[in-house]
């Protein structure tokens, strides 16, 4: 039988495609590099743009018979001030600055800030960050349609620069009309996550799945210090989540990044979500044929944290060497996971079982697989959650997700250790043994007389009835 290509890593990589990427030739050189996920941007790009992107996966999908996933990044709320008379601005710290609702062009003096919410929810004390974070403000007076400010850090301003606000939850949904009409446009065109941006509350998520209405998973994008603080209700709401730490940086200090960064993997881990982290990875390649030896680190240190999957933004999307960026991003990934040291960190992190019974099961098809040396666990899944839960154990023998849904095996792309495949429907515990047994050959995982371990939920066809578990051997 000839052998079908896999991954020798455990660790995802998701590429954002865009001007430099978009190509049949190159996304099919980024796959073949090592990205298991693409990502298409909403915040650039035309419908028209992102719809061939899409049939451009679909078609190396079918090339090279192996599911891709795709994630639909969403922009979010945009909060911007306006415009300038002559363009930009230089402001000094311990100035005043006004910022107001009146259209009218600013100078150094004042400028529009076209957001009543902001207005309204303002408090004396509070900062402001613009440009990311280059320059900060702090609230002195307020009116309803105005903010008087001390410059704290000054600079450069120019028009249309972002605004951040870390101090108050906004009253602004996650999702604006843009966003809605994007995912209008995408959804019937067959994507497996939604990247939702500006989450702040678990309601966020929720208006986001209620739109989804299951045409594809919710990715919750942790970006604002007002997301951290409700963690564990937008855990329990979102399909996967992302590590967003180019706002999160804004928003937070520098210092507690990291700190987040691992309370999230933690977290998410804990509850058995795919976890991503993102943002400025491997960015001195978007001009270098070649990382820093600092962002080397940074993508092993999520992999040591036990991420699903790491992200390329700009790297794989407009940067000079997208595929050479994926190819490195596969290259650490791959040394760091032979490491002793990352097993032992993985093995350590490793969760508790919850107390039900496809926890159970999962959890001991972990141990008998490692107690026998078996090639793989085969983990016959109809909605996805009998593979999440296998890999959530992050086993030390790959974990095959056999599923007759692709859609499902297309979101098991972005999890951690699973080589998803669209397999038959099967009926009984029979067939589904002699379908696992058969597609671990295939798939080049096991030969005739080694052993894989087989979980499935009977009666077949059933979502959430993981309760069986059977050692066969080829």
């Known amino acids: ?210 739109l989804a209405a299951g045409r594809a998973a919710v990715m919750a994008k942790l970006e604002k210090p007002q997301a951290l603080d409700n963690l564990d209700a937008i855990l329990a709401l979102a399909d996967a989540v992302m590590v967003a730490r180019g706002d999160l940086g804004v928003e937070l200090p520098p210092e507690e990044v990291p700190i987040a960064q691992k309370r999230i993997i933690r977290a998410a881990q804990q509850r058995g979500k795919p976890v991503v982290v993102a943002t400025q990875m491997l960015e001195s390649m978007i001009s270098a044929p070649a990382p820093t030896r600092a962002e080397a680190s940074d993508v092993a240190t999520a992999v040591f944290d036990g991420a699903d999957a790491v992200m390329l933004s700009a790297e794989s999307a407009a940067g000079q060497y997208p595929r050479e960026a994926v190819n490195m991003m596969d290259r650490i990934i791959t ?37 026998i040396g078996a090639k793989a666990i085969a983990a016959l899944t109809e909605s996805g959650a009998t593979a999440l839960r296998v890999a959530r154990e992050k086993p030390d023998c790959p974990v095959l997700g056999l599923t007759a849904n692709i859609g499902v095996a297309r979101r098991l792309a972005a999890v951690w250790g699973v080589h998803a495949v669209q397999a038959e429907i099967v009926h009984s515990m029979t067939q589904a043994i002699d379908n696992a047994k058969k597609i671990a050959q295939i798939e080049g995982f096991a030969v005739k007389g080694e052993e894989i371990v087989v979980v499935a939920g009977v009666p077949f066809g059933q979502m959430g009835t993981t309760n069986t578990l059977r050692v066969t051997r080829l």
Not at 18 to 29: D, F, K, N, R, V
Not at 139 to 160: A, C, F, P, W, Y
Not at 344 to 367: H, L, N
């Open 1 to 210: 039988m000839t052998e079908r290509m896999r991954r020798h890593r455990r660790t995802k990589i998701i590429a954002t495609l865009g001007p430099a990427s978009s190509t049949p030739e190159m996304i099919l050189q980024l796959f073949q590099a090592g990205a298991d996920v693409f990502r298409l941007n909403f915040s650039h790009g035309a419908h028209a743009d992102h719809a061939a992107r899409i049939e451009m996966i679909r078609a190396v999908e079918r090339k090279t018979g192996r599911p891709i996933g795709i994630l639909a990044d969403v922009q979010g709320p945009k909060l911007r001030v306006g415009t300038f008379q002559s363009g930009r601005v230089q402001l000094q710290a311990g100035q005043t600055f006004t910022l107001d609702m009146n259209p009218a062009p600013g100078d150094t003096r004042r400028v529009c800030l076209p957001h009543p919410e902001i207005m309204a929810t303002a408090e004396i004390g509070m900062t402001l960050l613009l440009d990311d974070g280059k320059l900060r403000l702090r609230v002195l007076r307020k009116r309803e349609d105005q903010l008087l400010t001390e410059i704290l850090n000054g600079g450069m301003l120019s028009d249309h620069k972002g605004v951040n606000i870390p101090d108050v939850v906004l009253p602004i949904p996650a999702l604006t009309e843009k966003d809605r009409a994007d995912l209008a446009f995408v959804l019937p065109l067959g994507i497996d996550y939604i990247g939702l941006s500006f989450v702040q509350r678990p309601e966020d998520v929720a208006e986001a799945k209620a």
């Open 335 to 371: 040394r760091v996971e032979r490491d002793e040291d990352w097993r032992r960190e993985i093995d350590a992190k490793r969760p508790a079982p919850e107390k039900s019974s496809p926890d159970a099961i999962a959890a001991a098809a972990v141990q008998v697989a490692h107690t």
